[in-house]
């Protein structure tokens, strides 16, 4: 996945971001939790990244789940 | 050897809660939730995956509302402090243990809190239309415990928790006794907040434990216990005020929660349903074994059903400690002697302040514990009599 075609997801805190990584892998979607980038910022160190074209698709099973994200930024 | 002391701590356990803990040490042992690194991300899966599992295991649909700590006495203490203001009133039951009275009672001197207390049964029984009785126009919150850890009595959660729902008051339940042993669901049986301790039935190691938070608890009605880093909004110096973060300060007990989550997937995977029966059909023998020995008192409803494999019984003529030194020494039986941290519960069934002798059983007792157990405590009541 080139650096362009990323997007993350911020969180407020690790378990969420971990929850949230768990659903989108349960649904295939291909995703990796990686340190926040250092241009970014969040309030816990830990963002999910996603292919940009899925964002949607992952914001919707998050909704879903009422796992909470504080941001959604393309890499 | 019998261990017959698993309401106080379970033993043994199934060798995937020390493999999970051993694993945990030597493959991964970072802090979870603190740092970017894969060995951080790794015990944060770790922890959440036992979030997780406590979660299925209650029927509690958000795993982030389960937060952990060191047992079920400083769950309720979260709940009780975090939720009594200055002037409430709390109703709890005489069947209770010291982890909910002692709290209660500092409440009462510290805060001005009104405890009224439910009377239950000599049986260690409650009416559940005594305690809808005992409610007052200002009752904020119901503690209860599930069941008895002198006697094993089951209390009627469900019914209560109804109650609670129609009289818009909380439940908050101390299910030390129960969790792992006998099936919980938050939803049906209408608990907003539920204590567990990790170490007994749930079948994980000391220092593990938590508070499941329902729906009905907002984050601003709850302060937390204690202040500090949670490896999340760490530009303020202000406690984050979400769930679990805001009541997790410190690096929690990762490798006891890995082991934890062992033990509840051992539950999990075996039923608690199927746990349940196990228990049942061994107390039921128990109870038949120790009613019919000359001498000895058995307390509570002898009743397997209505009870955890929790039996508290005592020898006419010998003290409670004497009995337990003989069933140690001479017969390799481990007990529980005296007042199980529970004056309120003994005072009800008759036995302050000498106690009584408690067997409490686990899921890994087998019949054979239970039958060598009961011949022990016929020898040394028959050496008694002759």
Request: charged letters at 20%; aromatic letters at 4%; hydrophobic letters at 45%.
């Amino acid at each position: 996945m080139a650096e362009s075609e990323c997007s993350v997801f911020l969180f407020s805190s690790t378990s969420a971001a971990i929850r949230a990584e768990k659903l989108a892998m349960e649904s295939d979607f291909k995703v990796k939790l990686i340190p926040v980038p250092r241009h970014l910022s969040s309030d816990c160190g830990v963002c999910l990244r996603c292919d940009s074209a899925e964002v949607d698709a992952i914001r919707s099973l998050l909704e879903s789940s009422r796992v909470e994200w504080e941001n959604v930024r393309r890499l | 050897m019998i261990y017959f002391d698993n309401a106080a701590t379970s033993w043994p356990k199934p060798t995937a809660v020390p493999e999970a803990m051993s694993r945990f040490m030597l493959a991964v042992g970072a802090n979870p939730g603190r740092s970017a690194h894969r060995l951080s991300i790794e015990a944060g899966r770790m922890v959440y995956e036992t979030r997780e599992a406590v979660a299925r295991l209650f029927n509690l649909s958000d795993p982030l509302r389960v937060v952990f700590g060191l047992n079920a006495t400083e769950a309720l203490n979260l709940a009780l402090w975090g939720i009594l203001c200055p002037g409430d009133r709390v109703l709890t039951s005489s069947m209770e243990h010291n982890s909910v009275m002692r709290p209660l009672r500092a409440l009462e001197r510290e805060r001005s809190v009104k405890v009224d207390i439910v009377r239950c049964s000599s049986e260690g029984f409650l009416d559940a239309d005594d305690a809808e009785a005992a409610l007052r126009a200002d009752t904020k919150m119901i503690v209860l415990n599930h069941a008895s850890n002198v006697v094993g009595s089951v209390l009627p959660v469900a019914e209560v928790g109804r109650i609670a729902r129609e009289h818009d008051v909380l439940l908050l339940v101390d299910a030390a006794q129960t969790a792992g042993a006998y099936p919980l669901d938050m939803g049906a049986m209408a608990i907003d907040l539920l204590a567990f301790t990790g170490h007994k039935a749930l079948l994980g190691p000391q220092g593990t434990g938590g508070l499941c938070i329902g729906e009905r608890v907002q984050e601003n009605e709850m302060r937390p216990l204690k202040q500090g880093g949670t490896g999340s909004r760490s530009a303020s110096e202000q406690q984050p005020s979400f769930i679990p973060d805001m009541y997790e300060s410190g690096t929690p007990n990762t490798v006891g929660l890995a082991g934890l989550g062992a033990g509840v997937q051992y539950v999990i995977d075996r039923g608690v349903e199927e746990i349940r029966a196990h228990e049942v059909h061994l107390t039921r023998g128990l109870i038949a074994g120790l009613v019919e020995i000359p001498g000895v008192i058995v307390y509570g409803g002898l009743d397997a059903e209505m009870q955890t494999a929790t039996v508290s019984f005592n020898i006419d003529g010998l003290a409670p400690s004497e009995v337990g030194l003989m069933l140690d020494e001479e017969h390799g039986t481990m007990s529980r002697v005296g007042l199980d941290c529970a004056p309120a519960a003994h005072r009800t069934i008759g036995t302050f302040p000498v106690g009584t002798v408690r067997f409490s059983l686990g899921a890994l007792s087998t019949t054979d514990e239970v039958d060598a157990a009961v011949e022990a405590v016929r020898e040394i009541a028959t050496g008694r009599a002759a």
